[in-house]
């Protein structure tokens, strides 16, 4: 069975940066694409970044410029490097399998102003 550990989270202020790991087993990772999701309090669930299995990522509007998602089939890992973090970015942060749609448990991610 396939399972999602997300890591990283914490809280910093405005302008620093957090990087998030997403730990995947049970499965063969690299088959996967595989996005980062993150909900906000009284928000709905929105997706803020894709990787393909070929590498292709794809950004929301809201982070282009200051995240980048990546991942390292050797350690069956996704990551999303976070700089410039604002306020309004403060959520809690998932990863998802595209196969299985399946879901991590999410990592709080919070920014102070």
């Known amino acids: 069975q396939m399972q999602l550990v997300e890591s990283g989270g914490g809280l910093v202020q405005a302008g620093g940066s957090l990087r998030l790991s997403c730990a995947v087993s049970?499965?063969?990772?690299?088959?996967?694409?595989m996005d980062w999701y993150r909900q906000a309090p009284g928000k709905q669930r929105e997706l803020v970044a894709t990787?393909?299995?070929?590498?292709?990522?794809n950004y929301a509007d809201s982070v282009k410029g200051r995240f980048t998602i990546s991942r390292d089939n050797a350690k069956n890992s996704m990551y999303l490097q976070m700089n410039s973090l604002k306020p309004e970015d403060t959520a809690v942060y998932y990863c998802?399998?595209?196969?299985?749609?399946?879901w991590g448990q999410g990592t709080q991610v919070t920014v102070s102003s």
């Open positions: 998802r399998d595209e196969l299985t749609l399946s």
């Open positions: 049970g499965t063969i990772f690299s088959i996967h694409a």
């Open positions: 990787i393909t299995t070929g590498g292709r990522t």
